[in-house]
């Protein structure tokens, strides 16, 4: 047996849920629905966000939170928006930083041949905005990583 590479939500665990709606719903973001537990959802081109209190996610996993102020900036993961263009990337940075969200470091080109930079949202989770010409983006959205 395997398990299916089905990758279908990413869960933050945040502060104030609220907050962090109106973030992502000022960066455009379709939100689905509120539950009354709690989480809330939105959709993205082939997978979930779901926003969901820090300490309460915590206690879902059974595992003992860390004080929101002792996480490190960097945390061992980034979560990436492939764009179809340098320009569309440009203008997302423009709607994050309208956003209010904190710019890490600017868009510019990469020795790997992209051009990409990062924000965070206002948890501290780093978000990488991306144009990769070797990651062709469909109508939906979604990039192909090409077999190399």
Not at 44 to 56: F, K, M, N, P
Not at 67 to 75: E, G, I, T, V, W
Not at 78 to 100: S, W
Not at 121 to 133: A, I, K, Q, T
Request: aromatic share 12%; charged share 20%; hydrophobic share 45%.
């Amino acid at each position: 047996m395997s398990i299916a590479p089905n990758f279908s939500i990413v869960t933050l665990g945040v502060a104030n849920v609220s907050r962090s709606a109106e973030f992502y719903r000022a960066l455009g973001w379709e939100q689905v629905r509120s539950e009354s537990d709690g989480i809330t959802w939105f959709r993205t081109s082939g997978t979930w966000l779901g926003l969901y209190g820090y300490d309460l996610l915590a206690q879902d996993a059974a595992v003992e939170p860390v004080a929101q102020s002792a996480l490190p900036a960097y945390r061992g993961i980034t979560l990436a928006i492939n764009l179809p263009t340098e320009a569309d990337v440009d203008a997302a940075f423009e709607v994050a930083a309208a956003a209010g969200a904190p710019i890490i470091k600017a868009a510019h080109r990469a020795e790997w041949g992209g051009y990409s930079g990062y924000f965070t949202d206002p948890d501290g989770n780093l978000w990488e905005l991306c144009f990769n010409p070797g990651f062709p983006i469909d109508a939906a959205g979604r990039i192909d990583i090409p077999k190399g």
